[in-house]
């Protein structure tokens, strides 16, 4: 496998992963749009249903007909929101998809290239005449970054922590820089919170941040520091990150179930 192929292959999988990134940043804007006309739209049936209260009664149905249409328009909007959140997801799922499968065709061409070189040094003595050298091993067969990934998420979901924990750290450190190394390091803090070691899980979480801050896991690594200090009986700290993803990650479903939390904390 030649330098030239590697790049064609790469080329070709970054080409297949332009569309749905485009496709799931417009997406995204759409849906920043669609939340934006709710909340408006929720401000002008809050006025009318007042305004409705000091109306006669030939006004008053009037004013409840309006009411209703904006209600209407309201589901409407909210569906919207709902069939672009599935769409959303669709993209990351697609785009999180062929980053994988590019990240296995590396790993695979780098096996091929050490398999390559060790029978190009296996066979070169004998093109050589009497001149012998040492025998160079071909490379153990590699396993897959998607099946490291794919294991150690398995094991979460079931609940071997330990096993999750293992798996994950072993993904960073043999693909460090693969397509799923800042959700790896994610779950790694995941891993921690729910084995209760709140500490550890801030400093994953930190550093997950501090390494991949672009991350779409970003949201909800500040989200879980502010739970790991909530359960760890730091309010300040606490409060402090609850407060950074309503700012830094406002649309988010993460900054919705900060604000609830604040909210109680502020009781």
Same mark, same amino acid.
């Given at each position: 496998?030649?330098?030239?192929?590697?790049?064609t292959? $790469?080329?070709?999988?970054?080409?297949?992963?332009?569309?749905?990134?485009?496709?799931?940043?417009?997406?995204? $804007?759409?849906?920043? +749009?669609?939340?934006? +006309?709710?909340?408006?739209?929720?401000? #002008?049936v809050?006025?009318?249903?007042?305004?409705?209260?000091?109306? +006669?009664?030939?006004?008053?149905?009037?004013?409840?007909?309006?009411?209703?249409?904006?209600?209407? %328009?309201?589901?409407?909007?909210?569906?919207?929101?709902?069939?672009?959140?599935?769409?959303?997801?669709?993209?990351n799922?697609r785009?999180?998809?062929?980053?994988?499968?590019?990240?296995?065709k590396?790993?695979?061409?780098?096996?091929? $290239?050490?398999?390559?070189?060790?029978?190009? *040094?296996?066979?070169?003595?004998? $093109?050589? @005449?009497?001149?012998?050298?040492?025998?160079?091993?071909?490379?153990?067969?590699?396993?897959?970054?998607?099946?490291?990934?794919?294991?150690?998420?398995?094991?979460?979901?079931?609940?071997? /922590? +330990?096993?999750?924990?293992?798996?994950?750290?072993?993904?960073?450190?043999?693909?460090?820089?693969?397509?799923? *190394?800042? &959700?790896? #390091? /994610?779950?790694?803090?995941?891993?921690?919170?729910?084995?209760?070691?709140?500490?550890?899980?801030?400093?994953?979480?930190?550093?997950?941040?501090k390494?991949?801050?672009?991350?779409?896991?970003?949201?909800? *690594?500040?989200? %879980?520091? @502010?739970?790991?200090?909530?359960?760890?009986?730091?309010?300040?700290?606490? &409060?402090?990150?609850?407060? &950074?993803?309503?700012?830094?990650?406002?649309?988010?479903?993460?900054?919705?179930?900060?604000?609830?939390?604040?909210? &109680?904390?502020?009781?």
């Amino acid at each position: 496998m030649t330098t030239k192929h590697f790049f064609t292959i $790469s080329l070709f999988f970054s080409l297949l992963a332009c569309a749905p990134q485009a496709e799931l940043v417009k997406t995204r $804007s759409d849906m920043t +749009d669609l939340r934006e +006309d709710v909340k408006t739209t929720k401000a #002008q049936v809050q006025d009318l249903q007042k305004r409705l209260n000091t109306l +006669d009664t030939g006004a008053r149905a009037d004013l409840q007909k309006s009411v209703a249409d904006y209600g209407a %328009k309201s589901d409407q909007l909210a569906t919207d929101i709902q069939l672009l959140q599935g769409k959303l997801e669709e993209n990351n799922f697609r785009i999180s998809e062929i980053a994988q499968k590019l990240d296995d065709k590396s790993v695979k061409i780098a096996e091929l $290239s050490a398999r390559t070189e060790a029978l190009e *040094a296996r066979f070169k003595p004998l $093109s050589g @005449g009497t001149t012998t050298a040492p025998m160079k091993q071909a490379a153990p067969k590699t396993v897959e970054p998607s099946e490291v990934y794919r294991q150690a998420k398995n094991d979460f979901d079931k609940g071997n /922590y +330990d096993l999750a924990l293992a798996g994950f750290q072993n993904y960073i450190v043999q693909f460090p820089n693969a397509s799923m *190394a800042d &959700k790896a #390091q /994610y779950w790694t803090g995941e891993c921690y919170y729910a084995k209760k070691d709140f500490d550890k899980a801030i400093e994953a979480f930190l550093k997950m941040l501090k390494t991949y801050p672009k991350s779409d896991k970003a949201a909800g *690594a500040k989200l %879980k520091i @502010g739970f790991s200090y909530l359960n760890a009986k730091n309010i300040p700290k606490a &409060k402090e990150y609850l407060r &950074k993803v309503v700012k830094e990650d406002a649309s988010s479903d993460e900054a919705a179930l900060a604000r609830e939390r604040l909210k &109680k904390l502020s009781k």
